[in-house]
């Protein structure tokens, strides 16, 4: 089955969701005798009344992120072919791919180091070194291909950055930074792997020299799953990739949602006339504020075919935690005063439809228990945006898990499973709100990363 049509049937199975949904929940009425009509007014009292259509109302902030959603996954080819060079890796600019830790996972840093400079070598690309920027120092092989660097106890940044941020700027000091300004950085987190896919789409970028930021799609659901329902919940995340993430950068050309912290590729130059040295408020979520200043700056972005792999966490606490650190770090951004409002109006919009997330989750419950009538395009959209949202764990899942690894009873299983995931993502999501808005701001939370120490303990 090639692309095209791969992708055909996911669009009949995408709009056949809709619809469904659409019927079910009234958002499309064929029997409008079927629907008992109820006067909020004199039923519930004005009060109760306006709270509930407040409720109703709130919904409506995922519409932007959800239409940016369907018309990515509808528009662009959801399922390309391999990634073909358009040019030999060895005209390619030089590439530094860096990778910062804290250095409590030496182990897995040094496995993956290796499995990634083979990666590279395996793809023809030889222009290339693999730099590991730490906190602790995790001895590394020496090899010429390989640098770590260790950042000083003392260091600090003219604004105070803190965490990755504080690593990061660290290597772009002048006494630090071996780079050109015409050589690209690929920012990879610890337990990132390239694949041979991926380092032939950042060969074309960074050949192609278009555009200074680029990002393209992570996967979770390879080699060895830890935590089937994090990897699952995580499907959505693949979905974000394909449909926000693909459509905001190469239509637009723009973060208007922001991008992630991993397969971030950015020229050198760029890179240090944003700076990663944006104070306490910039260090949370660095990938984001970094984003947005590029964005302020009048830089560009696009999108890089090929996919890395990553592992969702390994227990539902980090889950939580991260979550709550990608809340509150993106909060801190929308605040920012050093963003101007227009750069950050979509993602401000984005992160307030996540805070209000406990308020327009009630109204499962109280849309049964105190129906309200509301016009039929708000009814139509709220329907809408159910069933995309829905969809996007179906289709992660179809994204992330290869049919012929898992065969097709396991495969419907992990699709239905996805689905199941939901009411318990849900619940996450909403404790990771509260925790978020009550708890410190200012703090970076780092998951478990490698599953060797989970197996010994």
Known sequence: MNSTTKHLLHCILLITVIVTFEVFSGGIKIDENSFTLVDPWTAYGQVATVLLYLLRFLTLLTLPQVLFNFCGLVFYNAFPEKVVLKG????APFICIRVVTRGDFPDLVKTN????????LDTGLENFLIEVVTDKAVNLAQHRRIREIVVPKEYKTRTGALFKSRALQYCLEDNVNLL?????VVHLDEETLVTENSVRGIINFVLDGKHPFGQGLITYANENVVNWLTTLADSFRVSDDMGKLRLQFKLFHKPLFSWKGSYVVTQVGAERSVSFDNGIDGSVAEDCFFAMRAFSQGYTFDFIEGEMYEKSPFTLLDFLQQRKRWLQGILLVVH???IPFKHKLLLGISVYSWVTMPLSTSNIIFAALYPIPCPNLVDFVCAFIAAINIYMYVFGVIKSFSLYRFGLL??????LGAVCTIPVNVVIENVAVIWGLVGKKHKFYVVQKDVRVLETV
Request: proline share 4%.
């Open 88 to 91: 030999s890796p060895l005209l």
């Open 410 to 415: 396991r495969f419907l299983a992990c699709v």
């Open 113 to 120: 180091v290796l499995r990634n400079m083979n990666t590279c």
């Open 180 to 184: 050109n300004d015409s050589d690209w």
């Open 336 to 338: 920012s005063k050093m």
